[in-house]
């Protein structure tokens, strides 16, 4: 079982950065591919980014791509998202979550889930 708790969100201009951390649980953390997903109000969860256990491979949501990072710390057993250039329709709630498949960007593949953090992008 993984638990998963998100840091980092918060208000920022357009143009501005965050970065989002995913604190897991567990001793098998890098065993597991890691997610993040996001939720605008009135609209359906979506992928943003996902990198695999042991070889760290990426995968983003075209929506992202070139502005978001995702990174991980197995030694820390935690997940980051570096948010770069960001805009108003980034503003959503994020989500981290936890597979044990790879290169999945279907959230009902993840089977552990943080509460989410907030993320607002002011114009």
């Known amino acids: 079982q993984v638990q998963l708790v998100e840091s980092g969100g918060g208000l920022v201009q357009a143009g501005g950065s965050l970065r989002l951390s995913c604190a897991a649980s567990g001793r098998t953390f890098s065993s597991y591919s890691m997610g993040w997903f996001r939720q605008a109000p009135g609209k359906e969860r979506e992928f943003v980014a996902y990198i695999t256990g042991s070889a760290g491979r990426t995968g983003y949501a075209e929506s992202v791509e070139g502005r978001f990072t995702i990174s991980r710390d197995d030694v820390k057993n935690t997940a980051y998202l570096q948010m770069n250039s960001l805009k108003p329709e980034d503003t959503a709630v994020y989500y981290c979550?936890?597979?044990?498949?790879?290169?999945?960007?279907?959230?009902?593949?993840?089977?552990?889930w943080g509460l989410g953090t907030q993320v607002t992008v002011s114009s």
């Open positions: 979550a936890a597979s044990t498949r790879s290169y999945e960007v279907s959230a009902r593949w993840y089977a552990y």
